[in-house]
């Protein structure tokens, strides 16, 4: 059975930080792509940023470009998201997505919530 499951949402200040985690299991994951996604209430879901299977190329949305920085541990089956200078308008439910070939799956995500 596979499981994305993210944690390390929460409530912060505009300027602040925080880091998510997504730990995989059910799958080989070294082999998969891993990519963060957001959606704010009332927007369609957009892609944050994205790591390749063994983490030499990193892709990222213009808006969070300079600020977040996405990384991930192979040995733990785990994917970070540091995000740094945080904005309200980086406020949204953050997943994690993998996909391999044909397979992919998908996180049930985490709040986050930047705000004074």
């Known amino acids: 059975q596979v499981q994305l499951v993210e944690s390390g949402g929460g409530l912060v200040q505009p300027g602040g930080s925080l880091r998510l985690s997504c730990a995989a299991s059910?799958?080989?994951?070294?082999?998969?792509?891993m990519s963060w996604y957001r959606q704010a209430p009332g927007k369609e879901r957009e892609l944050v940023a994205t790591?390749?299977?063994?983490?030499?190329?990193?892709i990222y949305a213009d808006s969070v470009k300079g600020r977040f920085t996405i990384s991930r541990d192979n040995a733990k089956n785990t994917m970070f998201l540091q995000m740094n200078s945080l904005k309200p308008e980086d406020t949204a439910v953050y997943y994690c997505?993998?996909?391999?070939?044909?397979?992919?799956?998908w996180g049930q995500g985490t709040q986050v919530t930047v705000s004074s």
């Open positions: 997505k993998a996909l391999y070939l044909r397979s992919a799956y």
């Open positions: 790591i390749t299977s063994v983490g030499a190329v990193t």
């Open positions: 059910g799958i080989t994951f070294s082999w998969y792509t």
